[in-house]
């Protein structure tokens, strides 16, 4: 129903745009997160937004100020902008029809089994 996209290899300092295209359900009645997994490291929930009756973003710590989250309902799609891009955002990104709890510093999503397969994030030093 989510498939996530847009990733690739950057330059530290870089910039991309990851693409939540949605089908069979609709984006804006619902929270999207997103969220990422290094290798060896749980997932964490790194942003999310609310349905569009609200709209707020919510960030992790670790990624306010660089990320920005947001939604495009006639496309049916959420967008994760990635700004200043550094070695430690290397990680499979995923998007979700949830956001989970907020706690220590992140997003965290249990019992969730829809993930796709995630699209690829490598930052290069």
């Known amino acids: 129903q989510l498939q996530a996209s847009g990733g690739g290899l950057v330059q530290a300092g870089g910039s991309l745009r990851l693409s939540c295209a949605a089908s069979g359900i609709t984006v804006d009645n619902r929270p999207i997160g997103w969220f990422r997994q290094a290798p060896g490291q749980e997932r964490e929930g790194v942003a999310c937004?609310?349905?569009?009756?609200?709209?707020?973003?919510y960030y992790a710590n670790s990624v306010k100020g660089r990320f920005t989250i947001s939604r495009d309902n006639a496309k049916n799609t959420v967008y994760l902008q990635i700004n200043s891009l550094k070695p430690e955002d290397t990680a499979v990104y995923y998007c979700?029809?949830?956001?989970?709890?907020?706690?220590?510093?992140?997003?965290?999503?249990?019992?969730?089994?829809?993930w796709g397969q995630g699209t690829k994030v490598t930052v290069s030093s």
């Open positions: 979700a029809t949830d956001c989970g709890a907020y706690y220590s510093g992140s997003f965290h999503l249990e019992g969730y089994d829809k």
């Open positions: 937004i609310m349905s569009s009756g609200e709209g707020t973003a």
